[in-house]
């Protein structure tokens, strides 16, 4: 007998229709590591459901040879903020401090010689690390971390942390730390290995060389201009060291240093102790 197309159409959207209910639901995607992805009410719940460890990354802009863009220490910041907040479990990233002492603007000194380089004093520096810091406490975090992607300025985040840490002293909720281990962890312990793999230490350099253009690739290689990359390095280009056998693979063991370490460090200094979400 013809069935006809509007009954047909309910039969076969009746059976669709079952079919969905009897599958098992997908489970919500997970909640981001990163704080501006997040609503208010997303991360208050987050917060008293034991995040309570905040990490506050600080990049830098400034000039990285011909070969490498000038926001290369903000991406690092974040991407690898974002891979240690994973592994703790319970850390959020808060936004990248892109602003940092670079210099003196008149006359221009150090990257401040080069163009888009930007450099705000060491006062303002720790004022904002510290306004940041105070934000974080007044929402319920327990434990501030910051972690600077750039060397000049380890001194400053120390500043700042011994200025809260007294500051809070009559109020145990929450500590401020300068995650010191991040920064030299991509330093000594990542040129050895690369050293250990026949590259000198000239080429593996200070600035814009092979660790630091590795380093980069391994994060985000559309911040290096492969063009020229090729090229040797010349007098006066902003590069210390040669980046031309820098790869993604040999910033890989840079990234993997700078994790472990500062997973590591953050467990041992934030109270209480930290759940491992993804163990080494």
């Known amino acids: ?56 990354p600080i990049g830098g802009t400034e000039q990285n040879g011909p070969h490498m863009a000038l926001g290369k220490h903000n991406t690092r910041a974040r991407l690898l903020a974002g891979q240690i907040a994973e592994r703790l479990g319970n850390a959020v990233v808060a936004p990248v401090i892109s602003y940092v002492p670079e210099g ?49 300025y380890q001194k400053n985040e120390v500043r700042v942390a011994a200025l809260l840490q007294r500051e809070w002293a009559g109020d145990p909720t929450c500590r401020a730390h300068a995650l010191l281990e991040y920064y030299r962890s991509a330093q000594a312990p990542f040129a050895e290995e690369l050293k250990r793999r026949g590259f000198s230490a000239g080429e593996i350099g200070s600035h814009a060389g092979l660790a630091d253009t590795a380093l980069t690739l391994a994060l985000d290689k559309s911040l290096v201009r492969p063009d020229l990359l090729g090229r040797a390095p010349a007098p006066g280009d902003g590069t210390s060291g040669d980046p031309r056998r820098a790869t993604a693979e040999l910033g890989a063991i840079g990234v993997r240093h700078i994790v472990d370490a500062s997973v590591a460090a953050i467990r041992a200094q934030a109270a209480p102790a930290l759940p491992s979400k993804n163990p080494p």
């Open 104 to 152: 003196t603007i008149h006359p221009p000194a150090a990257h401040m010689r080069y163009a888009g380089t930007l450099s705000i004093p060491d006062a303002a520096f720790e004022a904002m690390l510290a306004a940041t810091a105070r934000s974080l406490k007044q929402h319920g975090f327990h434990d501030v971390f910051f972690l600077g992607d750039h060397g000049d």
């Open 1 to 56: 007998m013809f069935t006809s197309f509007p009954a047909l159409s309910r039969r076969c959207s009746g059976a669709l229709a079952a079919l969905i209910l009897a599958l098992p639901f997908a489970p919500a995607r997970a909640a981001s590591v990163y704080l501006e992805d997040l609503t208010s009410p997303e991360l208050q719940k987050m917060i008293a459901s034991g995040t309570t460890t905040v990490l506050v």
